[in-house]
C-alpha cells in the first residue's frame, strides 16, 4: 500500500499514526504546530465511559479497557489512574438528573451506580463538601496525563517506523481523479496515497476546498491549574450541567475545566473574573480547591458538531480519505480506539466498531442546532 499522510499530532493522529506503523504501513505525521499542541495538550484529560451518548458508549469502553494497557505498550508512564468519575447533583433538581442518567445508562450496560446522599458520596470522595446532594459513580472511568500520552503515541509510532514532521503545516489535500494524491504543506509537497484528517478545530478548512462540509463550532474553554497537594482527590469530578470539572493529577495537581463559552472574540487567557467564578464554583463542592494557590491557567478550543458526536469516516466521493474530527470535547478519552479506527480505514479494512453514527454525510440532512459539549471530564 501507498504513502499514508495523516494532518493533525492530537491524540486522534498520533494514535492512528501508532496503530499504522505497528502495521508497517509508511506513514508520515504532520502538525503545524507540534505535538499535543491543540486540546489534546490543553484538555481535562478525563478517560469516562459515564455520561457517553449511546452510539460513542461502545467506543468508549474500548478505549478504556485499552487505556489499561497503554504504559506496556507504549512503554511509557502515561498516569492513567483508574480512579472513578463522580458525577455530581448540587440541588434537587439535579438529583433527578443525576438519577434519569445513571436510569438510561445501566439500561445500556454501562455498571453506572446512584450514590443516594452526601453520606455515600463522601464515601468514595472524602474531600467533598455537603453541598454535594447525590451522585453518579462509575469506578471504572478514570483520568490520565494528556501531553504524556500524546507524545508517548507520536513516539511509539516514531520507534516503529513513522516519520513525524512538527512545524509542517498541511496547506492543501491533493486529490487527482477523486483519488487522494498528496498534501500540499508548508515544506513542499508529501506524495500520499491515503490521507487522515485529525486536524481538530482546523479541520472544515481543508475539507472545503473538497467540497465536503464538516459544520463545527468552537467552544472556549477554561482550565485551571494548582500547585501541588498532597493526595486529596481519587475520581474524576464532574456536575450534573457540565459547568465545571475537576480532577487531581498524579503529581497533586489539582486541574478544573469551565463548561466553556462560544465568545470567539475573548481573549486567548482566561479572564481574572472567569478564574475566581471556576475557582468558587469546584469550591462549592471541593473545598480545598478554593484554598489551593493556582499555578497557571489556559484556554483550550473544542471542536463542536451540531449532535456533538465526532465524524469518524472515510468519505465515499474522495478515495483515499479518512477525516477523524469533532469530537467535541470527549476525544482525549477516545484516542486509543479512535487511532485504531481511523487505521482501519486508512487501510481498507472493515472498521472494528460501528461507525454508522460518526459519518460525514449525516449533517447534510440532519438538523444543525448547536451540540453542547459534556466536559465533565
Ligand atoms: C479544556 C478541555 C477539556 C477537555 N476535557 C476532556 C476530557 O476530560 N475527556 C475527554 O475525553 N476529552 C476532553 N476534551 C476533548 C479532547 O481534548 C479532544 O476531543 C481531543 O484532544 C481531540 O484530539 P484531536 O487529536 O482530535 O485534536 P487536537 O488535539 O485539536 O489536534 C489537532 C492537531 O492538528 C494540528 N493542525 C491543525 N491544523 C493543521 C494543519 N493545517 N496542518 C497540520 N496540522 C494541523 C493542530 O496543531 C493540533 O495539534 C477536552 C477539551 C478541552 C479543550
Known sequence: MG?????????????????????????????RSGIAAMASGRTLGGVRQSGRHPAELPLARAAVALWAGLHESLGVDVDYRRGGNLRLARTPDEVGIIRGIVDSQRAQG?????????????????????????????????????????????????????????????????????RVTGVLTTAGRIPAERVILAAGIDTPTLLRPLGLDLPLSTEV????????????????????????????????RLRFTNGGSTDATRAPEPSATEVRDLVARVAHVLPIAGRARVSRTWTGLVDLTPDALPV??????????????????HGF??????????????????PRHDLAAFRLDRFQTAPRAAGRPELHG
Open 110 to 178: 454501562l455498571d453506572l451506580h446512584f450514590l443516594p446522599d452526601n453520606r455515600a458520596v463522601r464515601e468514595v470522595a472524602p474531600a467533598l463538601s455537603q453541598n454535594v446532594l447525590a451522585a453518579a459513580y462509575c469506578a471504572t472511568d478514570g483520568h490520565a496525563d494528556p501531553v504524556k500520552a500524546t507524545h508517548a503515541f507520536a513516539d511509539s509510532a516514531r520507534r516503529h517506523g513513522a516519520t513525524v514532521r512538527e512545524g509542517v503545516g498541511a496547506l492543501g489535500i491533493e486529490v487527482t481523479a477523486g
Open 333 to 350: 478519552c477516545l484516542g486509543p480506539v479512535s487511532g485504531l479506527l481511523c487505521a482501519d480505514l486508512a487501510t481498507g479494512r472493515s
Open 3 to 31: 504513502a499514508i499522510v495523516i494532518i493533525g499530532g492530537g491524540i486522534t493522529g498520533s494514535a492512528a499514526a501508532d496503530a499504522l506503523a505497528r502495521d508497517g504501513q509508511p506513514v508520515t505525521l504532520i502538525d
Open 312 to 329: 469518524i469516516d472515510a468519505p465515499a466521493s474522495i478515495f483515499g480519505l479518512v477525516v477523524a474530527a469533532g469530537f467535541s470535547g
Open 221 to 252: 474553554v477554561a482550565v485551571v491549574q494548582s500547585e501541588p497537594l498532597p493526595p486529596t482527590l481519587g475520581p474524576v469530578l464532574g456536575v450534573a450541567n457540565a459547568d465545571c470539572a475537576a480532577r487531581q493529577e498524579v503529581g497533586g
